[in-house]
């Protein structure tokens, strides 16, 4: 399974940008697709998820201002970013979690990451 992210890059505070991450290398529907985001010394943190059936959360931080989406069909998740702020700046990864474990380990993956860059 590999999930390749798109759509990062530098945008000027008040902006917007739109994220996606397309799953390839299984047809099975993933129970959870999420974005997670790491600023330089800080740790990973999640950022929006959404399951299968479409029941989403958000960080507080991002709500009201960020909307996850996805297209099982296209097995794509997005990440609409409206109003960003210096704070956003971030990588950006996209993790896919099909609610499972193998070997005791939970069956999830996660993108290469993308940058974002808000400038004040």
């Known amino acids: 399974v590999q999930l390749q992210a798109f759509g990062g890059g530098l945008v000027q505070a008040g902006g917007s940008l739109r994220l996606s991450c397309t799953i390839s290398?299984?047809?099975?529907?993933?129970?959870?697709l999420a974005w997670y985001r790491q600023a330089p010394g800080n740790e990973r943190e999640l950022v929006a998820g959404?399951?299968?059936?479409?029941?989403?959360n958000y960080a507080d931080s991002v709500k009201g201002r960020f909307t996850i989406s996805r297209d099982n069909a296209k097995n794509t998740v997005y990440l609409q970013m409206n109003n960003l702020k210096a704070e956003d700046t971030a990588v950006y990864y996209c993790?896919?979690?099909?609610?499972?474990?193998?070997?005791?380990?939970?069956?999830?993956?996660w993108g290469q990451g993308t940058q974002v860059t808000v400038s004040s």
């Open positions: 290398g299984s047809s099975v529907t993933v129970d959870t």
């Open positions: 993790n896919a979690d099909y609610g499972w474990k193998v070997a005791g380990l939970q069956y999830a993956f």
């Open positions: 959404i399951k299968s059936g479409g029941v989403t």
